[in-house]
């Protein structure tokens, strides 16, 4: 009997030591959840304390290289080739982007951060305005530029290697020009393990903390009695379900469409909050934050606290956990940005990654934030501020004190649950596609095997109650992983130099320019109109024999040529092969386009038609062509030569053999 063929797309270099990781350090957690929480939380306080500086630094050092790419002279290059163009529309960019970026998050913090800010003991001293005003200002810092800065690092030099140098989809890709073709070996490897046990931890703990929120939700609402294990077993279970299908059924379909339902939902209780609670504040305190925020954008970058003993613990457990939690996330983060990102410049996705999600927590943050802060201080007295150590029923406690407050926590669970979703199935996709360095397809198996693994050791974690030392697990690998993207800034600099250099080098000095010794004959030319017939007598007279006798005389010099042609569109082109960099083209198509009313009846007098047709060169590495009509067979072959005679100057620099990639001539053979 013949057994069916197991298939598998996963790196045996990647997934087994992964897997002995993750597994090793889950058991860990759930056999002995005491010891080992108690170990991993004295590591991660000793990098808190004395390696912060390191987390201050690196974040700051993203923050000003993204801020120097959108405003400098790399902008303008477009993550993809010149002419590519976005995969997805604006509104499902950001929708994705925002909803894996940090969706469970805005929903248990919003409410939760800015009451303990303002309830926490270190700034009892202070009156209560200014505690107030400190908690939305220290969450804009927490939430705002600095965090997706962390994201766009990341999401920027994956996107830009993976399709720019289409190299594949995988943190190694980031060290190219750094460690050639060594990425593909155990160096590689070695980065992508890393990211993958890294991108594990940090989903499988933020989907535990969402599956206790969700249960302390449907508790409030009575739609479940109690918060227990059973019920988050069974919450994990349909949820994981739905991640499954969703992550089976694509990013295109699954992905795109619930983070679109996902962020109208969003919209849809933001204004419900906004225009119920106390508006007048909030817009109020909207407008003051923001202003509070820049005045002091720079003393919270750089701060320390070196000189303030009483907020030193405090700015341990609050900012310097952000920015390791920012960071342990951005492998998984990243990879999906990048791969939604493609066709976009890098001055529209810096823009996008740091301005607009950053805008949105800001409004986000003030609405649920400062409104629960002014139901504590005028309505609550006190009482919310008593729950800050309860996160998990924190926003629904809130919405008690506003009309309609069944309905809006019942939108608030459908909100978190489709986070979780969304959450999960992009973690499926970007686990799998580290696993399999980014195999283009998959058997639906691994998709359904990752949901299994993210959904069995939440539950059992939450059974032994060690989601917090997988925490602090995930909180370790931010310091290594910060000095990983430090590398990343320095790849991607030393890549777009590389880049701008090739795209604007301008021809040889030495080239012959073109002549004016024949203008009557173009006179005629240019003021004749050109039908299709005439532009296909010019390429099958002129075109084809310039390149035929090119063809010829490489040959006689020992260079291998090859002349090709196509119908659908009509075009010649030469090829100058290389094993080892990408082929050399030079082609002519037949292109066309509408004339102008203004022009069409006095300057074109032979024209017939609206339509112009014209044949217009190419080259392979999608630099923009230009009308050759006007050429003779031999100044033809003059502009193929200058052509070559830039390209051998541009492969014989050795800097220039990392933009040059030889995978591109199998497509080209």
Request: hydrophobic share 50%; charged share 15%.
């Amino acid at each position: 009997m013949n057994l069916p063929r197991f298939r598998t797309t996963l790196s045996k270099g990647v997934i087994i030591p992964s897997m002995l990781f993750i597994i090793a350090v889950s058991l860990l957690s759930a056999v002995f959840p005491a010891l080992t929480n108690n170990l991993l939380n004295q590591v991660k306080q000793f990098i808190f304390v004395n390696l912060n500086w390191i987390y201050v630094w690196s974040v700051t050092a993203f923050v000003i290289f993204l801020i120097y790419l959108m405003v400098g002279r790399y902008g303008s290059i477009r993550l993809g080739r010149n002419n590519s163009k976005p995969e997805y529309s604006f509104f499902s960019w950001i929708s994705m982007l925002f909803a894996a970026g940090m969706g469970i998050g805005l929903m248990y913090f919003s409410v939760a951060e800015p009451i303990q800010h303002f309830s926490n003991d270190v700034f009892a001293a202070g009156p209560q305005v200014q505690r107030a005003k400190n908690a939305q200002m220290y969450t804009f810092f927490h939430w705002g530029v600095h965090a997706w800065a962390i994201y766009g690092v990341v999401g920027l030099s994956l996107a830009y290697f993976s399709y720019r140098y289409r190299l594949p989809l995988s943190l190694r890709s980031c060290f190219y020009p750094l460690l050639k073709d060594r990425i593909k070996g155990k160096w590689g490897n070695a980065i992508d393990v890393f990211a993958l046990c890294s991108t594990f931890f940090g989903i499988t703990t933020t989907l535990g903390f969402g599956v206790v929120q969700i249960n302390s939700g449907l508790r409030t609402l009575n739609i479940l009695p109690e918060s227990s294990f059973t019920y988050q077993a069974l919450i994990v279970a349909v949820l994981v379900s739905l991640a499954v299908i969703s992550a089976v059924s694509g990013l295109d379909k699954g992905v795109k469409l619930l983070s679109s339902i996902n962020i109208i939902a969003v919209l849809i209780l933001l204004a419900f909050v906004l225009i119920l609670g106390p508006s007048i504040y909030i817009i109020g305190s909207l407008t003051d934050g923001i202003g509070n925020y820049i005045n002091n954008f720079f003393s919270l970058t750089f701060n320390t606290h070196v000189y303030e003993e009483n907020t030193k613990l405090w700015f341990y457990d609050w900012t310097i956990l952000y920015w390791a939690w920012w960071i342990s996330w951005s492998p998984y983060v990243g990879i999906f940005i990048a791969r939604i990102s493609k066709g976009r410049t890098i001055r529209e996705f810096v823009a996008a990654v740091l301005i607009i999600p950053t805008l949105f927590n800001f409004v986000w943050m003030t609405v649920f934030g400062n409104s629960a802060i002014y139901f504590d201080m005028n309505i609550a007295n006190g009482a919310l501020s008593s729950l800050a150590g309860d996160p998990d029923a924190l926003m629904f406690r809130f919405l008690e004190y506003l009309p309609l407050s069944t309905f809006a926590s019942i939108l608030t669970i459908v909100i978190i649950i489709i986070f979780f979703v969304t959450s999960a199935d992009s973690g499926m996709f970007v686990m799998n596609s580290i696993a399999t360095k980014n195999a283009r397809i998959s058997p639906k198996w691994q998709t359904i095997g990752w949901g299994v693994l993210l959904g069995g050791l939440s539950l059992l974690l939450l059974k032994v109650g060690g989601l917090d030392a997988l925490q602090s697990m995930t909180l370790i690998t931010a310091l290594p992983f910060s000095i990983i993207m430090l590398l990343f800034i320095v790849s991607l600099v030393k890549a777009l130099s590389v880049d701008r250099s090739y795209y604007e080098r301008e021809f040889a000095v030495t080239t012959v320019p073109w002549t004016g010794t024949s203008w009557k004959k173009r006179l005629r030319q240019i003021v004749s109109f050109k039908d299709r017939n005439t532009v296909n007598y010019f390429m099958n007279t002129v075109v084809q024999s310039a390149f035929a006798e090119l063809q010829e005389e490489f040959l006689r010099n020992n260079v291998v040529a090859v002349v090709k042609t196509s119908n659908n569109p009509e075009c010649f082109e030469i090829h100058v092969r290389n094993d080892r960099i990408n082929n050399f083209i030079y082609g002519v198509k037949v292109e066309s386009r509408i004339i102008s009313e203004y022009i069409f009846d006095d300057n074109m007098p032979d024209a017939e038609q609206h339509q112009l047709f014209y044949p217009k060169s190419y080259f392979g590495d999608d630099r923009p062509g230009y009308d050759v009509s006007l050429f003779t067979k031999n100044e033809l072959i003059s502009d193929v030569l200058k052509h070559y005679d830039r390209y051998i100057a541009i492969v014989l620099e050795e800097q220039n053999n990392m933009f040059i990639s030889s995978e591109d001539n199998y497509r080209l053979k």
